[in-house]
């Protein structure tokens, strides 16, 4: 059973989930939220299943990901804004923000996936990937300067392709030579900082 404000007494459809939980909502919130919405709600008039009075709406979802985007519809005095700790949601919630035109949520997604990088670089790195957030990708590069040339086994490797692991490797390696030559020829020193 989906938690509140899902179990609302104005509710006028009922989404279920791809795992079978249902949530009960107000249909006026998803439009206001996104016109990609409609083809939920002409489903819902053409719906043969029926609840308590109120057509069903099967959707491609987990519980998880529909309580996170129907959340963020809604409006904050019924439901606060979903909080996207959990990397595995990453993937799923950006999904479903593309698929129904929710560029608000969109952004979120990318914000909580930058709070993780720090941390996290490789599995942000190869989400990013896969998501094709360049920006994202770029900064989890970074940040996997920080660490071992060669990345510890994580979930979110089997996401990204061998190339744009070579690639990861290649930047890696590059940068570190780089920061070597630094190391031998200390004229940047003296030319930036002996000068002032």
């Known amino acids: 059973m989906a938690a509140p404000p899902f179990l609302h007494e104005k509710a006028d459809i009922i989404l279920r ?5 249902d949530f ?35 959707v491609e979802e987990n519980h998880r990901v529909l309580d996170i ?6 409006p904050s005095t019924l439901a606060e804004d979903p909080p996207l700790h959990e990397l595995e949601d990453i993937i799923p919630v950006l ?10 949520l969109e952004h979120k997604v990318r914000q909580a996936l930058k709070s993780h990088v720090e941390k996290e670089p490789l599995r942000c790195f190869a989400l990013a990937m896969r998501a094709q957030l360049d920006i994202e990708a770029t900064l989890a590069a970074k940040y996997t300067l920080r660490q071992s040339l060669i990345p510890a086994r994580v979930p979110e490797i089997d996401l990204i392709t061998a190339k744009e692991l070579l690639a990861l490797l290649t930047y890696h390696q590059r940068c570190g030579i780089s920061v070597q030559s630094l190391g031998t020829d200390l004229s ?3 030319a930036s900082y002996l000068d002032s």
């Open 17 to 21: 989930s791809s795992d079978g939980i």
């Open 95 to 104: 999904e479903a923000a593309r698929k129904y035109s929710l560029k608000p």
């Open 69 to 74: 985007w129907l959340r963020f519809c809604y």
């Open 188 to 190: 940047w020193i003296t």
């Open 24 to 58: 009960r909502v107000i249909s006026f919130f998803l439009n206001l939220a996104s016109p990609s919405f409609d083809f939920i709600i002409e489903k819902a008039a053409q719906s043969d299943q029926i609840e308590d009075d109120l057509p069903i709406v099967p």
